[in-house]
């Protein structure tokens, strides 16, 4: 099956640091990912669609400039928190949606990145 | 906002059959049916989606009833590793894309 990788799967980092995340489909091309963020106990929240090689579309809420989001291939996408502060902490989450493979709207799941601001 | 409502949570004793039932009175007529479900601190797995028919795989049966207003995932054999939260989802769109919006899901606990 489509795999997609996150990296790092877990960081810790002081508060007014930044922080990317990698998200990369490994054996698939994807002109579109989408990253979440998922509190405890909680379902995931729809942060971002971002689509190669264009700006990304911000859902209502999200700060453009401090989650960046760069699509600058077919396999690979990244989130930056900027100066990310406590109550950034969250389990954040990339999806890809492969370009020609299988039904246009399946989506698969990345494993998830642990973020802790201290 | 999740077009779909789902028990909170259920709960079911290793080797039988799972049932999650999920409302989707909304759907119209284009839209999916699409089941993942996440085990904790994990990304989301996807399941199995359907339009109309009932469909099957190697994971789980979906069954849609005929006015698609509501449908029902049946794990055949549930495991301990089935323990997860399953999350119902129906597809929404913007600008033409498929975008899966989560609701709170059925956490399903498995056991011995």
């Known amino acids: 099956g489509a795999v997609v990788s996150q990296h790092p799967s877990w960081v810790i980092c002081k508060s007014g640091t930044s922080v990317k995340i990698e998200c990369r489909s490994l054996?698939?091309?994807?002109?579109?990912m989408f990253w979440y963020r998922q509190f405890p106990k909680q379902s995931l929240m729809l942060m971002a669609t971002?689509?190669?090689?264009?700006?990304?579309?911000?859902e209502q809420g999200v700060e453009k400039d401090k989650f960046l989001i760069n699509h600058a291939s077919l396999t690979l996408s990244t989130l930056t928190v900027t100066s990310a502060h406590p109550e950034d902490s969250s389990f954040y989450i990339c999806?890809?949606?492969?370009?020609?493979?299988?039904?246009?709207?399946?989506?698969?799941f990345g494993p998830g990145t642990r973020l802790t601001v201290l | 906002d999740a077009k779909t409502t789902q028990p909170t949570s259920m709960d079911c004793a290793e080797g039988r059959a799972a049932n999650l039932p999920c409302n989707h009175s909304?759907?119209?007529?284009?839209?999916?049916v699409y089941w993942y479900r996440q085990i904790h601190s994990q990304g989301p797995q996807y399941i199995i989606h359907?339009?109309?028919n009932n469909e099957t795989n190697e994971m789980a049966s979906l069954i849609i009833t005929e006015d698609r207003k509501s449908s029902t995932l049946i794990l055949p054999h549930a495991t301990l590793r089935d323990t997860a939260v399953y999350y119902c989802?129906?597809?929404?769109?913007?600008?033409?894309?498929?975008?899966?919006?989560f609701g709170r899901g059925t956490s399903l606990i498995v056991h011995p």
């Open positions: 999806s890809a949606r492969p370009l020609g493979l299988g039904n246009y709207n399946e989506q698969f």
């Open positions: 054996d698939f091309q994807a002109t579109t």
């Open positions: 971002s689509n190669e090689g264009s700006k990304a579309t911000y």
């Open positions: 909304t759907i119209s007529g284009n839209e999916y």
């Open positions: 359907g339009l109309k």
């Open positions: 989802i129906v597809s929404s769109t913007s600008g033409g894309s498929y975008i899966p919006t």
